[in-house]
């Protein structure tokens, strides 16, 4: 079975200030991994994903992330963030092969609030 | 393009009511899925459906049931509501070829 640990449950930071939103996943077979965003009162939206290829993936609002296969990891990061990234994150995977095919596996979540 | 409608927005259930929460996408993907958001949990499979005309039950199924007659809507019936099933609940959908899955705005409900 998949499992997805996000290690903070939220993350306060400065605007302007670089973060790192942690995950770790387990799974005994190849995954594919994302990162959603929740903004308030909304659905989720796709942040970014690794499917295969260049294990360094980025997104088109300055976030990126990096599939460390020995260490299990998709953690989550941004040189420098805006008031407008407060949001809650989610890491999520995905297999081919198990009884829930494609199916995601969420983590618990992490709140960003960045402060001015 | 509207993408995932779900209906209602928010509902007030008493308990053992029976309740449907709809679904309708318009891209045409063939996988839907029904989750549900609870603090501290992040979200959880309950239902999803890889094609029309079959489901298949998700990490917690119980007290749900979906059907999936077409392609474009995937209902969630709770058939005697408790207050363990307050709520938000998304609606997602993704195509064969796809690993991305794209959610609807979500159904808050609250079982009283």
């Known amino acids: 079975a998949q499992s997805v640990t996000q290690l903070d449950s939220q993350v306060p930071v400065f605007e302007e200030a670089p973060v790192e939103l942690r995950c770790n996943y387990s799974?005994?077979?190849?995954?594919?991994l994302f990162w959603y965003v929740q903004y308030p009162n909304q659905g989720l939206q796709l942040l970014l994903k690794y499917l295969s290829g260049s294990t360094l993936v980025k997104s088109i609002n300055g976030f990126e992330a990096e599939f460390n296969k020995s260490q299990t990891s998709f953690h989550l990061r941004k040189p420098s963030v805006h008031i407008s990234d407060t949001a809650e994150y989610f890491c999520a995977v995905s297999d081919d092969v198990t009884v829930f095919r494609r199916a995601l596996t969420f983590g618990s979540g992490t709140r960003l609030q960045v402060q001015p | 393009i509207a993408g995932i409608t779900q209906a209602p927005t928010s509902q007030i259930l008493a308990a053992g009511r029976r309740m449907t929460l709809r679904c309708t996408q318009d891209?045409?993907?063939?996988?839907m899925y029904w989750y549900r958001q609870d603090l501290g949990l992040g979200l959880r499979l309950i239902h999803y459906?890889?094609?029309?005309?079959?489901?298949g039950k998700g990490e917690v199924p119980d007290g749900y049931s979906v059907s999936r007659a077409n392609t474009d809507d995937f209902p969630l019936t709770l058939a005697s509501a408790v207050p363990s099933q307050t709520s938000v609940y998304f609606c997602?959908?993704?195509?064969?070829?796809?690993?991305?899955?794209?959610f609807g705005p979500g159904t808050r409900l609250t079982v009283l």
């Open positions: 997602a959908s993704s195509d064969s070829l796809m690993h991305e899955q794209f």
């Open positions: 459906s890889n094609t029309a005309g079959t489901t």
């Open positions: 891209m045409r993907h063939n996988a």
């Open positions: 799974s005994s077979v190849s995954v594919y």
